[in-house]
């Protein structure tokens, strides 16, 4: 007797009795499971004789399999590394202790009543090609993650069907997915298994880069509302697909990196908020300005978005926000702090645009800095004009505002004539003041207007 040198998946060997001729067990000569009806019991066999502190089935085919009702790792987290599945029904099986499916191929094999556990759950970079769901009334428990990431699912029916999910971590990442809807809910927990869904109870769930061209929806339960899961949408075109739907999601900790989202529909969605303005939590956990162009673009897909879905107070918050990322991206490339911090806050345009008309959403705003002119400069009127006294008299009161009036309309050549206002600079100032804010008020007039 001696021990199979067939390497596993660590590279170390199996490890299990083999006959004095041979140098790999029974098991790793035929690497091939399925068949003979008889499936169950070599697996069972593998199991008892290898000592491994894992069941590593990795490389190996298995061959229209019928397995139900057991703890296909007898006791071990088990492997499937590149393996090969051709017409397999798992039905009732129990992983209790992890599983790894990675690259491994599934033609035509689904999962029905099973229940994976354990530390981690992964499908990395399997292959899944079949005409009927893959996954159906399944519960992935592991402790830690459930990983998908660049799996691909070729097939014309939903790949997850009555599927719940309850982890730290869910990783969809780069997948590719053909089927005809796929429907995400957030939850806290499942008494009924929904068909045609994929429900997950999870801290953090990542789609990037998620490739998928038919119906997508992302559903919120109502009494999972306030739950605010970390997930990534980042690197994903919406608008291929034939429909995106967003419906009473919690989209606080949602980050849409270079996402194009011109044609998603958001219905009763929660953004978080900042200054009492909609905001991206990619911009909240965005503290060194490192994605500035990341979030110039995510504000601008929403910003057209909402727009032309006709929702003009949240589009008004998108445009606030591009526009602050315009001006914090001045100079963001200089080594120089103080020269940046001019350039943000006085020598550019965008501070003065915010400062006068909140970026033309604020006509009040412009409005209060027309009276806040006519006001100040009537009182340095009567100043110079040695006019003012303590109390002052209403006469006195109304002909400041009146001097300042004039400025402001260009009416004021008979006064200066007449020596009613004595300095030129002053009045160059309040006319320079007054042609820059009167138009932000118009322009942010005419935009509510036209909302």
């Not at 397999?88 to 994976?116: M, P, R, W, Y």
């Not at 992935?140 to 309850?166: M, N, Q």
């Not at 769930?205 to 899961?229: C, M, T, W």
Request: charged content about 20%; proline content about 3%.
């Amino acid at each position: 007797m001696g021990e199979c040198i067939w390497e596993l998946s660590d590279g170390l060997p199996c490890g299990a009795p083999t006959e004095a001729t041979n140098r790999w067990c029974p098991f790793h000569r035929a690497r091939h499971i399925g068949g003979d009806g008889d499936s169950q019991r070599r697996l069972k066999n593998y199991a008892a004789a290898t000592n491994r502190s894992f069941l590593d089935l990795s490389f190996v085919r298995f061959e229209r399999v019928l397995t139900t009702d057991l703890d296909l790792g007898y006791g071990r987290p088990v492997k499937f590394v590149a393996a090969t599945f051709n017409h397999c029904q798992f039905i009732g099986l129990q992983f209790k202790h992890g599983s790894t499916f990675d690259k491994a191929t599934f033609e035509n094999t689904f999962f029905k009543n099973c229940v994976f556990e354990g530390k981690a759950v992964s499908f990395n970079e399997c292959v899944f090609n079949g005409d009927r769901p893959v996954f159906t009334h399944v519960s992935f428990l592991p402790k830690v993650e459930l990983s998908f990431a660049g799996a691909i699912f070729h097939g014309a029916t939903g790949t997850f069907d009555e599927v719940y999910c309850r982890t730290k971590k869910v990783d969809l990442g780069q997948c590719s997915i053909s089927a005809d809807r796929l429907l995400i809910m957030i939850c806290d927990e499942v008494k009924h298994f929904i068909p045609h869904q994929l429900s997950i109870n999870a801290d953090q769930i990542s789609f990037v880069d998620l490739r998928f061209e038919s119906h997508f929806e992302y559903i919120n339960n109502s009494k999972a509302l306030g739950q605010a899961p970390i997930v990534l949408f980042s690197r994903i075109n919406f608008s291929r697909l034939k429909s995106a739907v967003f419906i009473n999601a919690n989209l606080e900790r949602a980050r849409f990196t270079y996402s194009v989202l011109s044609k998603v529909d958001f219905i009763n969605v929660r953004w978080p908020q900042k200054k009492n303005r909609l905001i991206v939590y990619d911009e909240l956990s965005n503290v060194d300005d490192t994605e500035s162009g990341d979030l110039l673009y995510t504000y601008s897909q929403l910003k057209k978005n909402y727009e032309e879905n006709r929702a003009y107070e949240q589009a008004g918050d998108w445009h606030y926000r591009e526009m602050e990322i315009r001006r914090r991206n001045l100079s963001a490339a200089s080594g120089n702090k103080l020269w940046r911090w001019l350039r943000r806050n006085f020598l550019s345009l965008y501070p003065w645009y915010k400062l006068f008309s909140g970026y033309g959403e604020s006509y009040g705003r412009s409005l209060s800095w027309i009276v806040v002119i006519w006001a100040a400069f009537a009182i340095v009127y009567n100043c110079i004009n040695q006019a003012l006294t303590w109390p002052p008299s209403v006469s006195l009161i109304q002909e400041g505002f009146a001097l300042s009036a004039a400025v402001m309309t260009l009416q004021y050549k008979g006064l200066y004539s007449a020596g009613q206002l004595q300095c030129p600079q002053l009045i160059v100032l309040q006319i320079l003041l007054t042609a820059t804010v009167l138009p932000l008020f118009l322009l942010a007039l005419r935009r509510r207007f036209k909302r």
